[in-house]
Structure formats: C-alpha cells, structure tokens
C-alpha cells in the first residue's frame, strides 16, 4: 500500500462529514421513544392546552390571532427541546467511551460538531412540523406566507440550541442531562418572552431578556406574523450565542479526545 493511499485512508474528505453518518445518528436516536414523545408531542400538547382557550381564537395580533402567535411560540420551544436534547445525545457517547475512541480516527473535531448539529437540526425541523400541522387543525390563523416563513425561521434559528446541546452534552453527566436541560430551556423561555411577551415583562427584566439566547429565536420566528420588533438586533443575538456555543462543544470535545 502506498504513502499516499494510507494518506488518503486517514484523512477523508469534509474531515469525515458524510450522510452516512448522519443517517447511522439518526436512526440510533430515534430508537430513544422517551426522546421522540418529549421533542414531537409535548410542544403540541403545550400548544392545545394554553393556545386553544378563551378568545385566543378571535382576537388578532399582527397579520394573524393569538392561537397562531402562541403556535410559533411553541414551535420554537420544540425546535429548542428537539435540537437540544439532539446535540446533548453526545454526553450517553461520552459515558461509553465513544468520544475517546474517536480520537483514533481520522475524524475531525469540526466534523463531528457538524454531524452532531445536522442531526439536531433534522429533529427539530419535524418538530415544527409537527407543531404547525396541529396549529393548522386547532384555529391557529396565519397569513400563507407567515406559515412557512414562521417555520422556516423557527426551525434554522434553533440551530443556536443545537449548539447549546452540543455544547452541555459535553458538560453534563449522562444519566441526567436532559433532567437538567429541559427545566433550564422552560425558565429560558420565560426569561427570554418566548411564553409570557417582554412588555408584560418590566422594564429591567425586558433588558434582561434580550441578552437570552431564546430572545432572538423568539422575536425572528414571531416576525412574519406581528411584523414588530428589533430584527437587526434579534439576528446578532442568535449568531452570537450559537458562535460561542458552538465554539464551546469543539473545545469540549478536544479536551475528551485529548484524554486517550
């Protein structure tokens, strides 16, 4: 064998990125039912339970009604809960072992941080389906453009939480990560006025909030419909955090490598 076939063996290219490894995660994943009715059904179920009552369906916000304000709301918040607990999956692989292992292959930090998220953001894009699917059946009103811009944004902002799963997979033991996640992304939400809306809020909290990295995701995907909001600033919050989270899981996963 020559020098540059074994070169060639040991370094693939994208740094060991492929589908194939994307669709190995995914199939591993969503044999975890626990994950599949804690990212797929409980937004929709939050969604029917505090979104469907009252007036909410006659009285209007923006372009659409509150049913379908409180819709892209709690179709952020499974996008949050599916890319998170996608990204922190990595922490059961760091109690086997795994990740020592990979530092014996070719794989590169970058690449697996890339896998990691892709997969994260695949779970996340059913969940908003999801969530919109119920929406559409349960009185949310939107305009037609609101209901794939809302959900597109919904779904490509949460690539912040991908990171940030990514990122505490690697901090967190593996028996209870997502035990502690998922409370912290609920106290997020409310912090950040993704369930309770900023001005309700006060003022100090309402500054507060915008330094969250649920703020950006929430004001982003809510545009299309309520068309109000500091856009420019909601953007340079979520690429802010998902650079320093997403920084903070390749650092992490060199220092677990680093160990063999």
């Not at 995914?26 to 626990?34: D, E, I, S």
């Not at 950040?192 to 330094?211: E, W």
């Not at 004001?219 to 909001?229: M, N, S, V, Y």
């Amino acid at each position: 064998m020559t020098t540059l076939a074994v070169a060639q063996r040991r370094l693939p290219r994208f740094g060991g990125f492929s589908p194939g490894m994307i669709g190995l995660e995914l199939r591993r994943m969503l044999r975890n039912r626990r994950t599949v009715i804690f990212t797929f059904v409980m937004p929709a179920v939050f969604f029917l339970l505090f979104g469907t009552g009252g007036d909410y369906k006659t009285e209007r916000i923006g372009d659409g009604n509150v049913t379908g304000y409180i819709l892209i709301s709690m179709a952020v918040y499974g996008a949050m809960l599916a890319t998170t607990s996608g990204g922190a999956m990595v922490s059961i692989e760091r109690a086997a072992g795994w990740s020592r292992q990979l530092r014996l292959t070719p794989l590169r930090p970058a690449a697996y941080v890339a896998v990691k998220l892709v997969l994260a953001m695949i779970i996340g894009a059913v969940s908003v389906a999801v969530a919109l699917v119920v929406g559409a059946f349960a009185g949310a009103q939107l305009p037609a453009t609101a209901w794939v811009f809302c959900g597109l944004l919904a779904w490509v902002c949460a690539l912040v939480f991908a990171a940030f799963g990514l990122f505490m997979g690697y901090l967190l033991p593996s028996e209870n990560v997502m035990q502690i996640l998922g409370p912290a992304l609920a106290i997020l939400s409310f912090a950040g006025g993704l369930f309770v809306p900023l001005d309700t809020l006060g003022h100090t909290f309402a500054t507060i909030a915008k330094f969250t990295p649920v703020y950006g995701v929430g004001e982003i995907a809510r545009f299309p419909l309520t068309h109000d909001g500091n856009l420019w600033a909601a953007v340079l919050n979520v690429v802010v955090w998902t650079a320093l989270f997403a920084a903070g899981a390749m650092w992490r996963f060199r220092r677990d490598t680093a160990r063999v």
